[in-house]
């Protein structure tokens, strides 16, 4: 079975724009996350609120590594999605570049079973 293809490159294209667009917060939170709970962290510095102190820190400590992870994958999966995009439309062009040499060489495209004819 052969599989046919008719990606939509426009569209996709729009909705990898959108959702880059959408995840640019999460991005900077991310890289800022560290530095907020740190802040936080700073102002409990006082003996009443050590314990707090501590949980806040211990919190992030957790945490900072799995949020860092996830907007590292919606990075990777955007830059993989766009190259893929990228390269299934270059294909495209390669095969249209083929067959416009092709029958500019008065090759005759035939179908999978008859194969390639010559224009007589």
């Known amino acids: 079975m052969t599989a046919k293809w008719n990606i939509d490159v426009a569209a996709v294209s729009d909705v990898l724009q959108k959702t880059a667009t959408a995840v640019e917060p999460f991005n900077a939170h991310s890289k800022s996350y560290n530095d907020r709970l740190n802040n936080v962290t700073v102002a409990l510095k006082w003996d009443i609120f050590t314990v707090v102190a501590v949980a806040v820190s211990e919190y992030g400590a ?8 996830a907007a590292t ?29 092709a029958a500019g060489n008065g090759v005759v495209p035939g ?8 224009a007589l």
């Open 73 to 101: 994958q919606v990075e990777a999966s955007l830059t993989g999605a766009t190259n893929a995009v990228k390269a299934y439309n270059a294909g495209q062009t390669e095969m249209a570049a083929n067959a416009q040499r």
């Open 111 to 118: 179908t999978a079973s008859q194969g390639r004819a010559r």
């Open 62 to 69: 957790h945490w900072q590594p799995i949020i860092q992870a």
